[in-house]
């Protein structure tokens, strides 16, 4: 008689061996990525102010390491390749984190020593410092840098840009040099508008990075916002005088991806 086929038999393997069981690792890694998802939501929602800014600067931080993630898992022993998605997110952040701490530390000493030079100095009326979410923010009234309706440093302006310029060159962050102006409108030949005045303010003091400082021009980038980001209401001449100003921004590295890249 005929034997008849088995019908267990056969060599498809479809869910047979190792190989088969890869989509498992795939669904598990997506049902951690969703776990994340959720309790990051609802971390969300109930936090407080502060904390949802931590929160965003955190995920910003995480959508950074993504690269470092991916190069973890290429580049890894076969044993590191394997490791389940959230050990390799945990371990990207941790030293995201690690790197964020260190950063912080030393804008702070950045903020320090500008802050003892304009009190030495008692320059506090016309420059300022501080700390916050973007980075060191050094703002100097127009008046401590240039003539009216003008976008020329003088010579003792070129020092004191230096002075403020200096301690920056310790760090690897971008910075970021902003103009501004009040809202007086202007219309000369050579700057029809605020915009122009605003754009050229901050390119003097950018060009004086460069030849004065001895700054890498990749790390620097000018812009001019003419009269639309005031800082307080135009509404009297002490309040001009405060949005009349020059902002050199060391850029906290997780704002740096905002800037566009440079090749290698």
């Known amino acids: 008689m005929p034997k008849k086929k088995s019908i267990a038999g056969g060599g498809g393997g479809g869910h047979g061996g190792s190989s088969g069981l890869r989509w498992l690792m795939t669904y598990a890694d997506l049902i951690t990525l969703l776990l994340i998802f959720f309790v990051i939501m609802y971390a969300i929602t109930a936090a407080r102010a502060q904390q949802v800014e931590t929160m965003a600067v955190r995920l910003s931080a995480m959508a950074t390491a993504g690269n470092a993630i991916l190069d973890y898992q290429k580049q890894g022993t076969p044993q590191q390749q394997n490791e389940p998605l959230y050990q390799r997110i945990d371990k990207a952040l941790s030293a995201l984190q690690a790197q964020q701490a260190k950063e912080e530390k030393a804008l702070e000493k950045i903020v320090k020593r500008l802050q003892e030079y304009i009190d030495r100095n008692g320059l506090a009326a016309e420059v300022s410092v501080s700390l916050n979410r973007q980075g060191v923010v050094v703002s100097f009234q127009d008046v401590a840098l240039f003539a009216s309706g003008s976008a020329q440093l003088s010579p003792q302006a070129r020092r004191l840009v230096d002075a403020m310029a200096e301690p920056m060159l310790g760090v690897p962050n971008e910075v970021r040099v902003e103009g501004f102006t009040d809202n007086q409108p202007i219309h000369t030949a050579r700057y029809p508008s605020n915009w122009e005045l605003s754009t050229a303010r901050a390119t003097s003091v950018l060009e004086e990075l460069v030849h004065g400082v001895g700054f890498p021009p990749q790390r620097l980038s000018a812009t001019g916002y003419g009269q639309y980001r005031p800082k ?25 991806g905002g800037e566009p890249g440079v090749a290698p």
């Open 232 to 256: 307080v209401p135009n509404t009297s001449p002490q309040n001009r005088q405060m949005n009349r100003r020059v902002d050199l921004v060391v850029l906290r590295s997780i704002y740096s």
